[in-house]
């Protein structure tokens, strides 16, 4: 009909929405493919890496501190903490004497009983003392070894082969063969040249100290030879001289020894490359004789 509108119909195509977010798989999917090539590059490197490498890592991912142990010359970290109510590292069990009191009747006695009770007090609490000013020069002494082989670059790759610790007889600062990197080259006492180097700078820091200092030397048990106890005391001699080159006066050498592989820092693996090390101990010094008193 002429008088009809013609109807007319509008079509609106709507546009899809992957143009939007249609790549975002591909960046999930690369995160995945990131993710398995990292685990599967440490699974290698765990599966390559030697137990002293294992350990090397450990080490240097550990906390900056000096372990308070009692371990003479065992294994790391391998003795036993001697506290109040724990057993002696040696086996040896601590014996309490208690003297019964003078008598009333023999004043002189008693007198004489009291001055030597409080000679021993004071004998005690002077030693106390000292040990406790000792340890934290050792903490010092410690604390300034690792800064010097931080700010040094060529002795910063060093760090995870040095250990720090406290021993009954002292400071004791260990020197550790790593496989691909030793102290010494193979089958001589002539150090590498990291090694004079960090000889050097732990010389003259612990020449700030008047302890005496026992250096000793020790070889892994991979040759059997006998000559490992010559070459054990020549490379023990040599670390005496670069000590003395950093500023270590003569006359605080107490003793220079070859111990080969009779003490070995890993028994459990006596060839390991970290059996092969040196070990300079500042002695904790025994504190003087006050003056008046019987030696």
């Given at each position: ?57 450990a080490d240097y991912f550990a906390p900056q501190s000096i372990a308070q142990t ?102 004791r600062i260990q020197l550790v063969d790593q496989d691909g990197r030793p102290m010494f080259q193979q089958g001589t006492n002539e150090p ?104």
């Open positions: 009909m002429a008088g009809d509108h013609a109807v007319i119909i509008k079509r609106i195509k709507k546009g899809g929405h992957g143009g939007h977010h249609g790549g975002a798989w591909k960046v999930a999917y690369a995160d995945f493919v990131t993710a398995m090539m990292a685990f599967f590059l440490l699974m290698w490197l765990i599966n390559t890496t030697t137990p002293e490498q294992k350990r090397g890592i009692v371990s003479g010359s065992g294994g790391v970290l391998g003795g036993k903490v001697l506290g109040e109510e724990s057993a002696h590292a040696g086996g040896a069990q601590s014996v309490m004497q208690r003297q019964s009191p003078p008598s009333p009747s023999s004043p002189v006695k008693s007198l004489a009983n009291g001055q030597t009770q409080g000679g021993m007090g004071a004998d005690a609490a002077h030693s106390a003392d000292t040990n406790a000013a000792q340890d934290s020069d050792f903490a010092h002494a410690a604390e300034a070894i690792r800064q010097a082989m931080q700010n040094n670059p060529d002795l910063a790759n060093l760090s995870h082969q040095v250990m720090l610790d406290q021993t009954p007889q002292g400071l590498m040249p990291y090694a004079k180097k960090l000889l050097a700078a732990v010389g003259g820091i612990i020449d700030t100290l008047p302890n005496r200092v026992s250096i000793s030397g020790h070889t892994s048990a991979d040759g059997g030879a006998g000559g490992n106890w010559e070459l054990s005391a020549a490379r023990a001699n040599a670390a005496r001289g670069l000590l003395q080159s950093g500023g270590l006066s003569s006359d605080r050498i107490y003793e220079v020894a070859g111990k080969a592989g009779s003490e070995p820092l890993l028994p459990e693996n006596p060839a390991a490359s970290a059996n092969r090390r040196l070990s300079i101990v500042l002695l904790r010094e025994a504190p003087p004789t006050p003056p008046g008193r019987p030696l």
